[in-house]
C-alpha cells in the first residue's frame, strides 16, 4: 500500500484522477482533430489543392490511433464509476442516465462514419461527397465531450432535482442537463480542445521546418494551424471571463479559495503568486486591484464572498490557488505565442517558417496547452471538494469501501503504460517512415505557394 493505513476513499480519487489524466490526453485530441481535418480537407476541395487534402489524409490516420486508446480509457472510466463510486451513482445515477446514454450513442455515431470516411477517400467522383462523411465525425466527436460534460456541470450544479434530507427525492431528467454549469463547461471544454489540437498540428509542422524539411506542405499546415489556434484562443478567453462570473454566483467558494479571498469586500484584487502564511496572509504575492471584482461581476466596486463567510469543512483545498496561477501563466505564454505569429503573419509572412524562435515558440506551445487542460480539469475538480455532488454528497460518501483499490491503482497505471508508450512506437512508426514530401511524390503532387 501507499499509505500508512488504507484509505479507499483516497484511493478511490486516486485512481480516478490518473484514468482522468491519461483520458483527458486522448479525448481532447478525440474532440480537436476532427475539426481540424475538416478544415483541411473543406480548403483543399476549395482551392484544388493536393496539399491541404494530404494533411486531411494524414491527420486522419493519427486520429484512429487516439480513437482506439481512448475507447480504452474512457470505458475504464465507465467501469471505475460504478465500482469506485456506488454510492454517488445511486443516488446522481438517474439523474445522469441520459446524457451518460447520449455520449455512448455520439461515440457510435463518430465511430461508425468515421469507418466510412477513411475507406471512401478517391471512391466519390464529387469530393464534396466525401467531405460530407467526415461530418458526422465532428458532430459526434463534439457531441460526446459535450454530454459528458453535462454530467460533470451536474456535479458542480445539481439541477432539475428536488432534495429532502441530503436525498434527491423527485427528478427531471432533462432538467438534470440544463445545469448553470453547463454552457460555460461545455464551451470551455470543447474550444479549448480544438485549440490544444490546433497547437499540436501545428508544433508538428514547426518541428519539420526547424529541422530544415522546407517543404510547402508544412507551411501551408503551420499557417492553418496557428491561424485557427488564434481564433479559439481568442474564444477561449472570452469564455474563461464568463467561467469567473458563473463561480461568483453558483460556487464562490472555489472562486474565492482560488484568489485567496478571505474577507467579504468590494473592490477585491485578484492575487497572483506568493505564499499563504499560517494566519492567511498573502506573502510575495502580486495583487492587481479591483481584477477579482470585475472577473466576479464585471465591475470594479462588486463585491466578492470570502472565505470567511463559508463553512470551514465545505472551504475547497488552499492549494487551487497554484493550480490556477499555472494555468494562467501558461495561457499567457500561448498569447505571446500567437501574437508574436500574428505580428509576423502582418508584417512579414515570410518569416514565420524560416524564425527559429517563433517555430521553437510554438514547439512549446503544444504541450503547454494538454498541460493547461490537464491543470483546469484538477482545479475544477478539487476546487469542489468537499463535495462529489455539490451541496448534496460530500466525496467521503460517493466511495466504495472495498479493500482492494490500491490493487486496482496498480493495474490500470500500468495498463496506462503500455497503452501509452504503445500509442507512441506505433505514431512514429506511422509518420517517421511515411513522411510527407515522400507521399506527396508518390502521389504526383508538385510543390506551389503558400496561399
Known sequence: MFLSSYDPVMYSRMLTGLTL????I???IGVGVPLMIALAEWIGIRRNDEHYLLMARRWARGFVITVAVGVVTGT???????????????????SIAIPLFLETFAF???AIFLGIYLYTWDRFKNKMTHFWMLIPVVIGSSASAFFITVVNAFMNAPAGVTVKDGKITEISPFGAMLSPAMPTKVSHVLVTAYLTCAFILAAISAWSLLKGRNHVYYKKALKLTMISACVF???????GDLSGKYLANYQPEKLAAMEWHFETSKQAPLVFGGILTDDNEIKYGVKIPFALSILAHGLPNAEVKGLNDIPSDETPPLWIHYLFDLKISFVAVMVIIALAFLFLFW?????IYSNKWLLRGIILAAPLAMLTIEHGWIFAEVGRQPWILHGIMKTSEGATVSDHVDTMLIIFALLYIVLGLTAIRVMLRMFRNNRAEDEMVARGIEGGDVQ
Open 21 to 24: 489524466a491519461f483520458h483527458i
Open 26 to 28: 486522448f479525448a481532447t
Open 76 to 94: 475504464a472510466i465507465g467501469l471505475q464509476l460504478s465500482l469506485l463510486w456506488p454510492s454517488f451513482m445511486k443516488v446522481a445515477g438517474q
Open 108 to 110: 457510435f455515431f463518430e
Open 233 to 239: 484562443l481568442l474564444s477561449s478567453a472570452i469564455i
Open 347 to 351: 508584417r512579414q509572412r515570410s518569416l
